[in-house]
């Protein structure tokens, strides 16, 4: 009773004092923690010496446990409420390292010129060191940032699968987050993605009514994909498995939405959806079919039109990221140029190719031999590739051909891709393990009292070339808002040369193709810009390759893997603007000649055409740029997954307290007797 009438005598000031008095305790003795454990670390400012012992710091760090659980008890005791936290720890974290990365950018060669004159050497490693630093900032920004999808554990979990190449990854996350080893959670980050995202990506190409949609809907036992004449958007449409059937569409300016098969028509057809007015950016469609469980994810094109204007290079940048190609050609129309540029574009992309000649039952199976020969020949003959070709149909008795194709050539190729992705998985998991076991056998054997000056360090030439990746992916991650946003600013070029080429077809006949001309002016005259992203992603991936060779070659390891190719870079349809294009021949103006007529028709697509134009090159130069840096952060994680496992295999890995050397070494037994019993026994004791 007493000590309830002495607790409610307190007033609100009375309560305001202790509870600031104890925050003032609180502050002195997290300083106090922190100095002990100050002194104890690597760091190169400490500012205090070493004259502690691990036991007084475990010690100091229980009595400063006591002590807030006593302030904690008196303040219930009194009822003096806790302050509220101001902000997440997470957030509060994020915000310090932004800082870092804004005093690193003073670290530049040009603002370091400021203090004094700099060599071109001296500022090129000046600048290799801000960038390794930075990156090294980056990537705990990037894993805070991820929140609770950068638990690796969690998403080992989520894979449901109980194989042995996943339990080995749990035993390597347990034991990198165990001992503190950092660096090798991007390799894991990145096999990680690899297992969650394994689909083997078949593409379906053809022009206009050549029979994809219609394929793709036989093959998977469907009816849910459009089918017509008319041409749908440029917008590819994947399909995967998943169990509820239902369609996920992604806009440029609006929030994604998940429909039902039903409602796939309004955003995937011209009829529904004329020139993309909804501005959808992908498609994504879920069907339980058994022929998409085994990670097979198949991509519905566009309609091909007319890819002759622009050469190979540019080529491949209509093409969405697929490891097979299918290609239909129309039994009626035969091969077309268009079709050949295909199959090329497919192979220099790195993609295999099937050819599939449709609406095979119009034709007698003479016919379908012939058919099938000259294809083979005139690959061969232009291209010099002997690409498997079959006809195929999926109407009535002939729709066995397709199912022949289907069990007999595109199944067992699946197969084959599945246990290669399976071996290759098996010896990147393996060669983690490897590294990770040299990195516990250093640490086991660094000395307490050895001289951090005395640590293992890279070679000059590796050190060097590592930086040299830093900064290659620092510039190209700036190069890609300077190169798309030309796109942007490319409508009055690309109507000036329309209007030239528009008013000179009018002049020689009645019947000008306007929005051809249009679409070709347009296709003509961004190609290059579309190029430069691409080469310029090309230029980086190359750079960074040649800094791992000079990695390699000092460290004498094996030879890297090849970092991830730009692939899928996003498809532009011209169709959805220049059909809009109509443009009259006027009599009078004809024949005051072509530079009179070239004006007006230049007024005419300024003012009618100009805002849309716009409109259309800043959606796709976005979808570019969204494009272009997803390339950039895969080379990052690649290099800076193969840059983290060389440091690791140079340098002893730095640690703040003496090492525990009965769990290095109970973790060692584990990672070297993989699957033997005293692995299993070893487990189960942790």
Not at 31 to 54: I, L, V
Not at 122 to 129: C, F, M, N, S
Not at 201 to 229: A, C, H, M, W
């Amino acid at each position: 009773m007493n000590q309830e009438a002495g607790a409610n005598s307190f007033s609100e000031h009375h309560q305001r004092h202790v509870r600031t008095t104890f925050q003032y305790i609180d502050k002195l003795l997290s300083e106090a923690e922190h100095t002990m454990a100050d002194a104890g670390s690597p760091s190169p400012f400490r500012m205090h010496s070493d004259d502690t012992t691990p036991i007084q710091r475990k010690v100091t760090h229980d009595y400063i446990l006591r002590i807030r659980e006593a302030m904690r008890r008196v303040m219930d005791e009194l009822n003096i409420p806790p302050s509220e936290p101001h902000s997440g720890a997470v957030w509060a974290a994020a915000i310090n390292l932004m800082f870092c990365s804004i005093s690193l950018n003073e670290l530049t060669p040009e603002r370091m010129r400021a203090y004094g004159p700099l060599s071109p050497e001296e500022a090129q490693k000046l600048d290799g060191i801000r960038a390794e630093l930075d990156g090294l900032v980056a990537k705990l920004r990037s894993y805070l940032g991820k929140g609770a999808g950068g638990d690796l554990q969690q998403r080992l979990q989520q894979l449901g699968k109980t194989g042995d190449e996943i339990r080995l990854l749990s035993e390597i996350e347990r034991i990198v987050t165990g001992h503190g080893l950092v660096e090798f959670r991007g390799t894991l980050s990145m096999l990680l993605d690899r297992m969650e995202s394994a689909a083997f990506e078949v593409g379906v190409f053809g022009r206009v009514s050549s029979g994809k949609s219609s394929l793709l809907n036989y093959i998977l036992q469907t009816d849910v994909l459009p089918i017509g004449v008319t041409p749908v958007t440029a917008i590819p449409t994947r399909i995967s498995h998943g169990p509820v059937a239902e369609a996920g569409i992604e806009f440029a300016e609006a929030q994604p939405k998940i429909i039902p098969l039903s409602e796939l028509p309004e955003f995937a057809t011209e009829q529904k959806n004329p020139g993309n007015k909804k501005h959808v950016t992908r498609i994504f469609v879920k069907l339980p079919s058994d022929r998409l469980a085994e990670g097979v994810t198949f991509v519905d094109t566009p309609g091909l039109g007319s890819l002759a204007v622009a050469g190979a290079e540019e080529t491949i940048a209509y093409l969405p990221r697929c490891d097979l190609g299918i290609l239909l050609i129309d039994a009626s129309a035969g091969l077309t140029p268009d079709d050949v540029i295909v199959v090329q574009a497919l192979y220099q992309a790195g993609a295999s190719a099937m050819i599939l000649i449709s609406k095979a039952d119009l034709f007698s199976p003479v016919d379908r031999e012939q058919m099938i020969a000259y294809v083979k020949t005139n690959l061969r003959d232009q291209l010099r590739v002997e690409s498997p070709v079959h006809a195929v149909s999926v109407f009535g008795a002939d729709a066995a051909l397709c199912d022949h194709w289907f069990e007999s050539e595109l199944r067992p190729f699946l197969a084959q891709h599945h246990e290669l992705a399976i071996t290759s998985q098996k010896r990147k998991i393996g060669a983690l393990r490897e590294v990770v076991i040299g990195a516990l056998e250093r640490r086991l054997h660094v000395a307490p009292e050895a001289d951090l000056g005395e640590r293992a360090t890279l070679p000059e030439e590796v050190t060097e070339a590592l930086r040299t990746g830093d900064r290659t992916l620092e510039r190209a991650q700036g190069e890609s808002f300077f190169l798309t946003r030309k796109i942007t600013k490319m409508q009055r070029a690309i109507i000036d040369v329309a209007a030239e080429r528009i008013a000179a077809a009018l002049i020689e006949s009645d019947d000008a193709d306007v929005p051809s001309i249009f679409s070709e002016t347009l296709m003509q005259m961004i190609a290059e810009p579309v190029a430069a992203t691409l080469r310029s992603i090309e230029q980086t991936r190359d750079a960074l390759a040649k800094a791992m060779d000079v990695v390699v070659s000092a460290s004498g390891r094996d030879v890297p893997e090849q970092l991830p190719k730009p692939t899928g870079m996003p498809m532009m349809d011209v169709n959805e603007i220049s059909q809009k294009t109509v443009i009259e021949k006027p009599r009078l103006l004809s024949f005051l000649g072509k530079g009179v007529l070239a004006s007006h028709i230049r007024r005419k697509l300024e003012t009618e055409y100009d805002r849309t134009l716009l409109e259309f090159l800043s959606l796709y130069a976005n979808r570019l740029r969204r494009w272009m840096e997803q390339s950039i952060n895969a080379l990052r994680n690649a290099f800076n997954a193969f840059a983290d496992m060389h440091r690791a295999h140079f340098e002893a890995t730095p640690a703040s307290a003496l090492p525990d050397a009965s769990a290095i070494q109970n973790d060692l037994r584990i990672l070297r007797h993989w699957d033997t019993a005293e692995a299993e026994s070893a487990i189960r004791g942790i």
